[in-house]
């Protein structure tokens, strides 16, 4: 009989189709599962191939050699996958700084069981990681070794960091442009340190990083801080040194807010951030006054001394939310002494004073970008932002009157020739209208100098005044190809471009070193050794763009 009805219609997953009038349509199966209808005519392997795509784990039904393979059917990986995914989380813990005994945890081996549909898979040992970790840091570390030897200049910036197990740390980045006029930075180490950070220690330190790497005699520039030891330790270098901008334009903004009338407004600002920030209720208050008022729910932010630009984020977010603010505070019993209208207009004026120097701020910190062209032409923008005009209430005066002449006694503490003759190879600053008048002249004999050692051969008429050396030295950006300009970029190049524009204008590389350090060195791996945090945060950082 058909094979016993084709078995049963495969043993009751279908069932015939029943009419209306009460009898059996045979040509119509129902699938007993989705209750989808099939035409029949006398075969099922249609029956069977939806049981495999819709149903495949509801049993013996279909026939073995159609059925979806499941998870334990699956072939056991082989080793050249074994030895790829154990490469793979490797990579994955070094480049985003996971720890290594997450490969001991049960629900990790249950997600690489089914991402890789081998109920036998084992994850690889702690050890098997380590060992794949330090292969993976030569063969990173060769690379950079790689780009080092094929580079004229390199600048370095370094600074110091004490890790959560109170440990001292000196980490090291290096900036360079490539052949192919490309802006690179890494890491080079973040070393532990025993010694107390004197002068002479701090000067050996960068030293043996150079010797280390072996570019002693590339080295161009050390950027760090103006802490006074970084300073004299500057001096004993055979380096140039460029005192961290971002880190100048700092203490000029803290020196004037505290030379101003913003104080007594900020120190409000402060307790009623503080009357949120400790207590959840009184947040909780504040985030249901947000949603009354029709506005996203935001946490106030309260400023810390050595966290940039934290101070203008605490002032932005109090006039954001002042509404709620004070519609809370009026509805709580507290002590707190509130900001009166013409404080809030203060709050308004101090944004507008400190939201450029947030933008240079962050403009300074780039590394994508060629950075120490523009710290003059930052610095110019800055002091016409904070010219006196007649609107300008005497506190605001106050504090323009003490940025900019801050900032000029700091200014004339950085590399001023450095940065001037950084400034004028930029393309974008060729016009140098952020130099003085009176230094014009001596930055074009400066450069022309320099074409004449790397070009002797090459000679100048007397007619060529500084208009015709800008000409011939600066027009980098054009669009037309002609001879000249031809030779103009080749100039360029013999000017050894590469030795001024690679230099950071800041020591935030370093900082976001740090940053990476804190997060292997945290309350549960607080006694890793230090050879380890090194290689860590140096894949961390070489890893991060792949």
């Not at 480049?95 to 005994?101: A, I, Q, T």
């Not at 380590?130 to 580079?151: D, G, N, P």
């Not at 524009?501 to 940053?515: D, I, K, Q």
Request: glycine letters at 4%; proline letters at 4%.
């Amino acid at each position: 009989m058909e094979k016993q009805e084709q078995d049963g219609l495969l043993d009751g997953e279908f069932k015939y189709k029943k009419n209306i009038d009460g009898t059996i349509n045979k040509r119509v199966v129902i699938c007993t599962h989705c209750s989808k209808e099939f035409q029949f005519h006398r075969s099922n392997s249609t029956l069977k191939y939806h049981l495999n795509a819709k149903h495949a784990f509801v049993g013996a039904a279909a026939s073995p050699g159609l059925r979806q393979t499941t998870l334990s059917e699956r072939r056991p990986l082989g080793k050249s996958s074994l030895d790829k995914l154990t490469d793979n989380i490797a990579k994955w813990i070094a480049k985003d700084c996971r720890p290594l005994s997450i490969v001991e945890d049960k629900g990790f081996a249950d997600v690489l069981k089914v991402a890789s549909q081998d109920a036998s898979y084992k994850p690889p040992a702690r050890s098997t990681i380590t060992i794949r970790i330090h292969e993976l840091y030569e063969t990173e570390k060769r690379k950079k070794e790689e780009a080092l030897v094929h580079t004229e200049c390199v600048a370095l910036t370094g600074d110091h960091w004490t890790s959560l197990s109170n440990d001292n740390y000196l980490g090291v980045t290096a900036h360079l442009i490539t052949e192919a006029w490309g802006l690179t930075s890494f890491a080079l180490t973040i070393m532990k340190t025993e010694e107390r950070h004197f002068a002479e220690a701090c000067a050996e330190q960068f030293q043996t990083v150079a010797r280390r790497w072996r570019i002693e005699e590339k080295v161009t520039t050390v950027g760090t801080d103006s802490a006074r030891n970084m300073i004299a330790a500057a001096r004993i270098m055979p380096f140039n040194h460029m005192p961290c901008t971002a880190h100048i334009l700092q203490r000029c903004i803290t020196v004037s807010l505290a030379d101003s009338g913003f104080v007594t407004a900020l120190a409000k600002c402060r307790k009623i951030v503080g009357h949120f920030k400790h207590s959840p209720a009184n947040t909780a208050e504040l985030n249901a006054e947000q949603v009354s008022l029709g506005r996203k729910q935001e946490p106030l932010a309260q400023d810390v001394p050595k966290r940039w630009n934290s101070t203008l984020e605490m002032v932005k977010r109090l006039i954001r939310n002042q509404t709620a603010v004070t519609a809370t505070l009026d509805k709580q019993k507290h002590k707190l002494v509130l900001l009166t209208p013409p404080e809030w207009d203060k709050l308004q004026r101090l944004e507008t004073l400190l939201e450029p120097c947030r933008y240079v701020t962050e403009l300074l910190g780039g590394e994508a970008y060629v950075s120490c062209s523009v710290v003059l032409p930052a610095f110019c923008h800055l002091r016409r932002v904070m010219e006196v005009t007649d609107e300008d209430p005497a506190y605001v005066v106050r504090f323009k009157e003490k940025f900019k002449e801050d900032l000029a006694s700091r200014q004339e503490h950085t590399n001023y020739a450095w940065l001037q003759i950084a400034t004028a190879l930029d393309p974008r600053f060729k016009d140098l209208r952020s130099v003085p008048k009176t230094d014009r002249e001596a930055v074009w004999t400066t450069l022309a100098g320099m074409l004449h050692e790397d070009s002797p051969r090459r000679s100048h008429t007397a007619e060529e005044g500084p208009a015709k050396k800008r000409l011939s030295l600066l027009q980098m950006d054009s669009d037309s190809e002609s001879e000249e300009e031809v030779q103009q970029d080749r100039a360029i190049q013999r000017y050894r471009a590469r030795r001024y524009l690679a230099t950071p204008a800041s020591t935030v590389p370093c900082e976001r070193l740090f940053s990476v350090a804190g997060h292997i060195v945290n309350k549960k791996r607080s006694a890793l050794h230090s050879e380890n945090v090194d290689k860590l945060a140096c894949l961390s950082n070489w890893l991060k763009d792949e």
